[in-house]
């Protein structure tokens, strides 16, 4: 049974979520960094240290991006760690095998679960288990109410706001991920990733015409660049898009390697560079993708 305090009070806003620069974009751009937080909730009940945490946190990814907040861009970050609620997974996406009860409320599963990955992670990607024993269906409700769904109403009122004021609104979901992937990765052990991996879930989530300038300005500083391989994306991407009527979502993976020493968790001397190469990406992406009317 896992560890759930009786006397639990509901979290602060600042504990769940922060959002850096303006409260709402001044361009058509929002950015959102699901899983860089690192914030233990109370309730976590996790026996695994934040350094083996790390392993799984989206790292620094917050920090990358925040110079692109000077362009009047808001950039929403999760504080929580992606292993005690996942914001990128449906909250229909509860991996049975975690829960010491059947799941009553909706189900939706994505397949993540067989990866350890759902919306609560049970496992690492070398396959340790995060816990000791299952958790109660009152504990994942309550990581569902308090920390899943305040991120989604945060990214949605960003989103709908930008899509109010300029007719279109350009969302880029950060992400970064392990040069190889482990025992539970993604494309399978021991598989070697890109610099960057974009996804948009096979052209679905964003314009043809976005993912390509991304995935053109990338390249041509000499990275290479992989579009929906190993990585669609996920739930953040698919849950707001709509690209036929200007609502574009693009994943972007960034490779830690490009920015962290790995045995460290420090950031290594390309993180300044690539700070500023991703803020005139994002200055070039408002350039290039105006508002589609005028506020
Ligand atoms: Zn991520």
New binding site residues.
Partial sequence: MSFFPATLTPPDLSEVLHIHGPASSRVPVVLDS??SGHLRPPDFGCQLSDEDLRDAQ?THIDSLYLPATELGISLLTAQYP?TYIDA?RHEGDVDPALLDAPWPDLYQPSGKAALGKALAWRTLDDGRPLYAGPLTVQAMQWRIAHYHRPYHAALKRLLDAAHDQFGCVYHINC??MNPVSGLMGEGGSGAVRADFVLGDRDGTTCSAAFTAFVQQALAAHGYGVAVNQPFKGVELVRAYADPVHGRHSLQLEINKRLYMDMASGQPNDHFPVLQQRLRQLIADITLHFPPETKP
Wanted: proline share 14%.
């Fill in positions: 699901p899983h989206d992606r990128n992400h970064s």
